[in-house]
């Protein structure tokens, strides 16, 4: 019972280097998120994906690409990693179409650019 | 500007005292969410509400939607030291879908 799994959970960049952040969830969902939490605040959205086949910017979304693989996957991937991206990015999967439904999130990956 | 303002932002208070966190907004909702976040971890779902001027319960903390489904409010009753976490107030626009907009958190400690 997997629910929301991301990886890595940890990482330390160089600036200037590429990386992929993977997100997973068995849980069936249509909607998948990611977020970033800098210290001692909230979630900004960065990018979204309502179903498999189309994504959305968010409230952030300049230096990140996204892919929604399939309904299962979705990838965040920083071209070319600046000090500023340096946060906690978090993946989410929820119900989305009816009601207010409950976001399910990963443990968070925890980045840092240097 | 965010979408959602929360407040306060932060709130330290002794065990026993009540508390309201607000959260605000400009625009219609079809739902708010409030999220609670421990250290280290990702936020878990407290609360639905999708009806204007909706109250819930749950336990020692009442969540309200307003009647214009613009804001939400959080009161906890007799706080305990097991209350503290950042607690987040998130939305779905009327007009959005599936995009989940969340507020800027309230960080909230109760000293025993």
């Known amino acids: 019972n997997a629910g929301v799994t991301q990886t890595p959970k940890f990482q330390v960049l160089k600036t200037g280097q590429s990386m992929t952040l993977q997100c997973a969830q068995d849980m069936n969902h249509n909607s998948m998120y990611w977020y970033r939490q800098d210290p001692g605040m909230g979630l900004r959205l960065i990018y979204y994906s309502a179903s498999e086949g189309t994504t959305d910017k968010g409230e952030v979304p300049n230096g990140y690409n996204v892919s929604r693989l399939n309904k299962r996957e979705f990838s965040l991937r920083l071209e070319s990693a600046a000090p500023s991206q340096t946060s906690v990015y978090f993946c989410?999967?929820?119900?989305?179409?009816?009601?207010?439904?409950?976001?399910?999130f990963g443990q968070g990956t925890r980045l840092t650019v240097v | 500007t965010q979408l959602l303002e929360q407040s306060p932002q932060f709130l330290s208070i002794q065990e026993g005292e009540n508390l309201t966190v607000y959260c605000n907004s400009s625009?219609?909702?079809?739902?708010l969410q409030w999220y609670r976040q421990e250290p280290g971890e990702g936020p878990v779902l407290l609360v639905t509400v999708v009806t204007g001027g909706e109250v819930k319960k749950l336990k020692r903390l009442t969540f309200q939607f307003g009647d214009a489904r613009k804001d939400s409010s959080l009161h906890i009753t007799a706080a305990q030291p097991g209350d503290t976490g950042l607690y987040l107030c998130?939305?779905?626009?009327?007009?959005?879908?599936?995009?989940?907009?969340f507020g800027e958190g309230t960080q909230l400690t109760v000293n025993p």
């Open positions: 625009s219609v909702f079809s739902s």
């Open positions: 998130a939305g779905v626009l009327e007009t959005s879908g599936s995009r989940l907009t």
């Open positions: 989410a999967s929820r119900i989305s179409g009816t009601g207010g439904t409950e976001a399910f």
